[in-house]
């Protein structure tokens, strides 16, 4: 069960050691309130490049493009009253 008080996602690199490829995974930190403990989910979200640069997977990208039209819209400020803003905050983490 995750808990309400779940902490941002971050990006983490985790490298296989059998093959040498740097993963790149989006890692959800939650509170267990069953198992009373913290854990982790992760998403694979793409791999290091030969040069260190990132690449993303489609899902990655998909979810960058839907997100961040409306996080621009919040972010530019009081272009609607609270409530909208409430709103839109709910649909931002619903998608996250």
Known sequence: M?????????IIHVTNKKNGVTYLYEDQAF????????EHKRKCIGRLGPDGDEIYN????AKKQ????RLRLLLAGKLFN???NRKLQIGLARVA
Not at 2 to 10: E, G, L, R, S, V
Not at 66 to 69: E, K, N, S
């Open 66 to 69: 839907a997100v961040w039209p």
């Open 82 to 84: 609270q409530e909208e």
């Open 2 to 10: 995750i808990d309400a008080n779940a902490k941002p996602t971050k």
């Open 31 to 38: 509170w267990n309130s069953e198992k009373k403990r913290g």
């Open 58 to 61: 489609e899902y990655y990208q």
